[in-house]
T-cell receptor, first 117, second 111 residues
């Protein structure tokens, strides 16, 4: 089973709202990721968690706040977003950050399509 | 120079055709290589990892040339369902390096 689930599938929010995106995997993976993808562009890495600790923050604005409550769950808290933050937000997981093809392979969830009005 | 470069296409080919995609990467110490496919408005899905000896999965063949820092994907006997964007993905050395995505090559297989 290589399933990563994400909720909600679609989200529309105003610039003053606070919302959260959720991601879950039950593959025993210890690395989890958040990506942002705009139309006709490749995914851009936002955050990496390894063994539930934040490992990489790609200079993401503080209006995006990640959280990893346990090894299966990853959240992305959103607050005071801008219209240009509208995009597909993808969660992914991999076995670890060990650096071999098997551990590096990332499996993506279906994404949350976010629209900021 | 971009870290991972792909021909963006689009490639429009008839059903049954053979099509090849190429990708170059800039970091000679890169460790892991993948092809993902992404359908419109969907998530990227792993198509295959790419190994130094080359590997095949049904109609798909991937090759890696470390000396030239070049990866290829060959699709034989194209099907309508192969229409998608194909992403070349490379992981740099060390645990701190993450996946770098090429910009993708769009393929449309025509009836």
């Amino acid at each position: 089973d290589t399933e990563v689930t994400q909720t909600p599938k679609h989200l529309v929010m105003g610039m003053t709202n606070k919302k959260s995106l959720k991601c879950e995997q039950h593959m025993g993976h210890r690395a989890m990721y958040w990506y942002k993808q705009k139309a006709k562009k490749p995914p851009e890495l936002m955050f990496v968690y390894s063994y539930e600790k934040l490992s990489i923050n790609e200079s993401v604005p503080s209006r995006f706040s990640p959280e990893c409550p346990n090894s299966s769950l990853l959240n992305l808290h959103l607050h005071a977003l801008q219209p240009e933050d509208s995009a597909l937000y993808l969660c992914a997981s991999s076995q670890s950050l060990a650096g071999s093809p098997s551990t590096d392979t990332q499996y993506f969830g279906p994404g949350t399509r976010l629209t900021v009005l | 120079r971009k870290e991972v470069e792909q021909d963006p296409g689009p490639f429009n080919v008839p059903e049954g055709a053979t099509v090849a995609f190429n990708c170059t990467y800039s970091n000679s110490a890169s460790q892991s290589f993948f092809w993902y496919r992404q359908d419109c408005r969907k998530e990227p899905k792993l198509l295959m990892s790419v190994y130094s000896s080359g590997n095949e999965d049904g109609r798909f063949t991937a090759q890696l040339n470390r000396a030239s820092q070049y990866i290829s994907l060959l699709i034989r006997d194209s099907k309508l369902s192969d229409s998608a964007t194909y992403l070349c993905v490379v992981k740099g050395p060390g645990s701190a390096r993450q996946l770098t995505f090429g910009s993708g090559t769009q393929l449309t297989v025509l009836p």
